[in-house]
């Protein structure tokens, strides 16, 4: 049985890359760029005033107020080629281009209008050079990396790319997904449960999940412990980049989904993970004319389903989607109360993270009842991690992923 580390390396191994594509920024929130951003001009790309006022030489106002003669006025989006010299001045938009000679920019507030001329201004208060100019390449210099390769773009980015790459962005295309839940016993939301049977609680929140993590998702529904309903589901879901299974992957009679996968040419890259809760976790590889399908089986337990996709398709997905490695593990968190793991695996267990004035980042284990409880994962934004056969004390410092 493999460890959480050795699946994740795996997991990397055999996921790569998507090919990229040109797109509006707007159309790629969400994806990761494909290449660097490098700014193609200095920003600012000229002396920017930063306030409605006069376009000044500091000097000019050493000795205290001064009366200026007004020649030339210049709104955002104009370049003045009207030279500034002792004695001058120019009104001035915020935004607007210093014009040649001036060196620092007088508020509008800080001036009175002269009515008998309207060329002529007097400046009561003194200026510093540079006060009120935000100096040519100050933000950025040209050819410097703005975004780099594999950062996640956000409205930030969006913003950032308007700016200097015309709206447009390089990304790998999104994943799709396809979803199977698999089980006699399942029916759908919708439907009323009769003796034994339960709602299909998995296949709708993976595809929440996938959705949330950037893919496509095909869902192709319930799917019964029949080799032949399994078959034809199999084949369909092969056609994506990411096919998930939920169920029917431990060591049950009904238990057909790792034989019907390697049925159907899907190499099995592994299969159970020293973890709980997802031990049964089965990971495989399908390469078909040219096409790469990435297999995972999750364990039908609703919270099983949840960690796995946590950990690991999400692991797939980055990789696909040519993310950063974002560090999943999170140190530091103050325990609140006791707790024993008793069992020979590493436990994921669901805890409430909190960040209280003067005490950190704390992290109090749920009341939570196993791999069925999905309730209580309600409460939860967190899994706490404990290793296997080990006590812990309130007050000791452990690790966690945000969920
Ligand atoms: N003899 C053994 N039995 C089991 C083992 C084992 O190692 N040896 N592992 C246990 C562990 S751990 C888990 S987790 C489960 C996972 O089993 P399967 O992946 O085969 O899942 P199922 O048996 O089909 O279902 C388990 C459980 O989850 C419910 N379920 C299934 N699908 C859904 C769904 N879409 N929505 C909501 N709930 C679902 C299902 O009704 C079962 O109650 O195996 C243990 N057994
Ligand atoms: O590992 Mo199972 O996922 O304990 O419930």
Redesign the pocket.
């Known amino acids: 049985m493999h460890s959480v580390e050795e699946a994740l390396e795996l997991i990397g191994k055999h996921s790569s890359p998507l090919p990229d594509y040109e797109c509006d920024a707007v159309e790629a929130l969400g994806s990761a760029m494909a290449e660097d951003l490098t700014s193609e001009q200095d920003s600012p790309a000229f002396d920017k005033s930063m306030m409605d006022g006069y376009a000044v030489i500091a000097a000019d106002l050493e000795d205290g107020p001064a009366n200026l003669e007004v020649v030339d006025e210049i709104a955002a989006g104009v370049t003045s080629v009207e030279v500034i010299r002792p004695g001058t001045c120019a009104r001035i938009m915020t935004g607007a281009p210093m014009p040649p000679g001036a060196d620092a920019v007088a508020l509008v507030e800080h001036t009175q209008i002269d009515s008998e001329n309207v060329h002529r201004v007097m400046i009561t208060e003194a200026v510093t050079p540079g006060k009120n100019v935000l100096k040519r390449g100050s933000l950025l210099s040209k050819g410097q990396v703005v975004l780099s390769a594999g950062s996640r773009i956000r409205p930030i980015e969006v913003g950032i790319l308007s700016d200097m790459a015309k709206g447009r962005v390089t990304v790998h295309r999104s994943p799709s997904i396809s979803i199977i ?3 006699d ?2 029916v759908s939301a919708q439907e009323e449960p009769i003796s034994g049977q ?6 709708p929140m993976l595809e929440a999940m996938a959705i949330e993590a950037g893919a496509q998702v095909i869902q192709l529904g319930i799917v019964k412990d029949k080799r032949e309903d399994l078959a034809a589901a199999i084949s369909k879901g092969l056609e994506s980049d990411i096919l998930i299974l ?7 009679v009904l ?1 057909l989904v790792p034989a019907e996968l390697t049925a159907h040419g899907v190499e099995q890259i592994f299969h159970k993970v020293c973890i ?5 976790l089965w990971f495989g590889k399908r390469v078909s004319a040219g096409k790469t399908t990435l297999v995972f ?6 919270v ?2 949840l960690v796995c996709f946590h950990l690991f398709v999400r692991c797939a997905l980055n990789q696909l989607q040519g993310r950063a490695e974002e560090p999943l593990h999170v140190p530091g968190f103050l325990l609140t109360r006791d707790f024993v793991n008793n069992g020979d695996r590493p436990v994921y267990f669901p805890a409430m993270a909190c960040r209280k004035e003067g005490a950190g980042a704390t992290l109090s284990p749920l009341n939570w009842k196993g ?2 409880d999905l309730a209580t994962l309600a409460k939860a934004n967190a899994l706490a991690i404990f290793a296997p056969n080990s006590e812990y004390e309130a007050g000791q410092f452990i690790s966690a992923i945000m969920i």
């Open positions: 839940s698999t089980g016993e399942l339960i709602r299909n609680s998995n296949g939920s169920g029917g992957v431990s060591s049950g238990d709980k809760p997802g031990k049964p089986g999750l364990p039908g337990n609703p099983s389903s791999s069925a």
